[in-house]
């Protein structure tokens, strides 16, 4: 159990952004004419398609879409190892239960992008297959700025844009988990400096 109860956290949120998605997907519009105001004017439901990573960047190509899922699938694997060897080596329970938030959002997230293409029809148009092209679905949106970006900024001059991202679950559950181990580093990784302590100490002995 001293195991099973960080991978059940990844469970629980894979769960809840799964069943999130699928409300989302079959009972919402896309775009504005199905978006729901859930909080004033600036947080929304708004059902959109994220073919790429964190904030829509792409990589340009089939092959690119293809890798990147790959890349989420072999991360996956390292982050449920790494949280086998975080409770292993009785790393503190803070860094493993946020080390298993993410690994749930990586997972949630990585189902979008293998199976949607497939269940949902949702890969973009031209790719090779719909098997690990899926688009993620996002659907939180906090509304604080959309428009066209003015043409004189680099690479993004001319797109449409949101000041905020539209995100999902998963991707809530990742930025979580990184926001507390970042506001936690020297609690969480202070057993690291242990070791180069201990000749120190042993030396003061002497």
Not at 108 to 135: A, C, E, K, M, R
Not at 138 to 157: A, Q, S
């Amino acid at each position: 159990m001293k195991y099973w109860k960080y991978y059940l956290v990844a469970l629980i949120v894979i769960i809840i952004d799964q069943a999130v998605k699928l409300i989302v997907h079959y009972n919402m519009e896309m775009g504005m004419p199905g978006e729901i105001v859930l909080l004033g004017d600036w947080l929304k439901l708004h059902y959109t398609l994220n073919p790429g990573m964190a904030f829509g960047v792409e990589l340009g190509s089939d092959y690119g879409k293809l890798m990147l899922s790959l890349f989420r699938l072999v991360a996956v694997f390292g982050i449920a190892y790494y949280i086998y060897h975080l409770v292993k080596t009785k790393a503190p329970k803070g860094l493993i239960w946020c080390i298993g938030l993410i690994l749930g959002g990586a997972i949630g997230n990585l189902i979008d992008s293998t199976f949607y293409g497939v269940w949902f029809d949702n890969h973009p148009y031209g790719s090779s297959t719909p098997w690990f092209h899926g688009q993620v679905i996002d659907m939180f949106y906090i509304d604080i700025w959309e428009g066209i970006v003015p043409n004189w900024i680099p690479i993004l001059g001319g797109k449409p844009m949101s000041l905020w991202p539209i995100f999902n679950v998963a991707d809530s559950a990742i930025f979580i988990g990184v926001l507390i181990i970042l506001f936690n580093q020297k609690r969480f990784f202070a057993h690291y400096d242990e070791p180069a302590k201990q000749p120190a100490a042993e030396q003061q002995g002497l």
